[in-house]
């Protein structure tokens, strides 16, 4: 049976910043949620234990493949630096417009 000093270490336990589930719960409100919502959650899970059986809803969930705009980004650029040759200047990291502009006027005055 789940005891309190138990739950309390799980619950120091839970990580920030984490998407709700479809309950909607973040794991802030749990941490902050104060004694009267600590007290309520303990009871659910000994009445859970007791019955051995959890709730309908519990059984469902939904999971979203969230890829960070940074990695899109660059999987972005190493592709197109493959397919670009080298005469492609300007809107890449390493090889600016200006540079050519210069080289060309270099070889003009000379």
């Given at each position: 049976m789940p005891m309190e000093?138990?739950?309390?270490?799980?619950?120091?336990?839970?990580?920030?910043?984490?998407?709700a589930g479809l309950?909607?719960?973040?794991?802030e409100m749990i941490e902050?949620?104060?004694?009267a919502l600590k007290q309520t959650l303990l009871e659910l899970m000994v009445q859970?234990?007791?019955?051995e059986r959890m709730p309908a809803e519990w059984e469902s969930g939904t999971i979203i493949l969230i890829l960070q705009i940074?990695?899109?980004?660059q999987k972005k650029i190493q592709y197109v630096e493959?397919?670009?040759g080298?005469?492609?200047?300007?809107?890449?990291?390493?090889i600016l417009t200006a540079d050519s502009i210069y080289t060309i006027n270099q070889y003009h005055r000379s």
């Open positions: 000093d138990e739950f309390n270490k799980i619950g120091s336990r839970l990580k920030r910043n984490k998407a309950d909607t719960i973040v794991n902050y949620g104060g004694d859970i234990w007791e019955n940074k990695e899109l980004i493959e397919k670009i080298d005469y492609q200047n300007g809107f890449r990291p390493s």
